[in-house]
C-alpha cells in the first residue's frame, strides 16, 4: 500500500474506528464483570489527584494559608487520600445499585427519589467517612477525629447540597447504570480538591 493511501481520510478513519472497536471488549469488562474494581479504583485515583491539584495550588499561593510544603508533592498525604478514596468506592458502588434496583425509573418522580436518598443516606456516609478515614490513616486519637468531624460535617455538607442534586439529575438521567459511580468520580474531582482544602486547613 502507498503513502498517499495510509494518509488517505478513508483508511485513518477505517484504522481509527477498528482501534475503537478493539477496546470495546477491555471497557465491558471494565464495566462490566469488573465494575466494582473500576469504581473502586477511579475512586482513589480520583481523590488523590484532587489532593494534588490543591496541593499545587498550596504551592503557587505559598504560605498564606497553608504551611509551605518542603518538597513538590506531600506522597504520603496523597497516599493517605489515596486510601480514603478506595475506602469510599465499595460503599457509592453498592448504594447505586441499590438506587437503580428499588427505583428502575427514569422519570421525574424516581429521579427526585434517588437524589433525596443521596442525599439524606449517601452524602453524610461519604462525609463521616472522609474524615474519619483520614484521621485513622494519619494515626489521630478517634476523639479528634470525632470533634474535626463534627467542627467541619455542616460546611462540607451545605455545599455537597449545592453540588450535588443538580449533578445527580444528569446522572439519573442520561447516564447508564454502569457508569454512574464514574460520573461521579469525575464530577467530583473538583469537589475533592475542596474536601482536601477543609480537612487541610489550618
Avoid at 107 to 117: E, N
Avoid at 150 to 155: A, R, S
Wanted: with cysteine.
Amino acid at each position: 500500500m502507498k503513502l498517499k493511501d495510509l494518509l488517505s481520510p478513508r483508511y485513518m478513519w477505517f484504522g481509527a474506528t477498528r482501534n475503537i472497536g478493539a477496546g470495546k471488549p477491555i471497557a465491558n469488562k471494565l464495566f462490566g464483570k469488573y465494575l466494582i474494581a473500576t469504581n473502586v479504583i477511579t475512586s482513589g485515583v480520583l481523590m488523590s489527584i484532587g489532593d494534588m491539584i490543591l496541593q499545587e495550588i498550596e504551592i503557587q499561593k505559598g504560605k498564606q494559608i497553608f504551611p509551605k510544603l518542603k518538597k513538590r508533592y506531600d506522597w504520603k498525604r496523597v497516599h493517605r487520600m489515596f486510601w480514603v478514596g478506595i475506602i469510599q468506592g465499595p460503599p457509592q458502588h453498592i448504594f447505586f445499585k441499590c438506587l437503580d434496583k428499588y427505583y428502575p425509573g427514569h422519570d421525574y418522580i424516581s429521579i427526585m427519589k434517588k437524589i433525596l436518598l443521596d442525599q439524606v443516606i449517601q452524602s453524610p456516609l461519604c462525609i463521616a467517612l472522609f474524615f474519619v478515614s483520614n484521621g485513622i490513616l494519619e494515626g489521630q486519637e478517634f476523639s479528634v477525629t470525632v470533634s474535626e468531624l463534627k467542627k467541619k460535617f455542616i460546611v462540607v455538607y451545605c455545599i455537597d447540597w449545592l453540588l450535588w442534586p443538580p449533578a445527580q439529575v444528569l446522572n439519573f438521567y442520561y447516564v447508564p447504570p454502569q457508569y454512574r459511580v464514574l460520573y461521579v468520580n469525575l464530577t467530583t474531582l473538583m469537589y475533592n480538591v475542596f474536601l482536601s482544602f477543609t480537612k487541610h486547613r489550618e
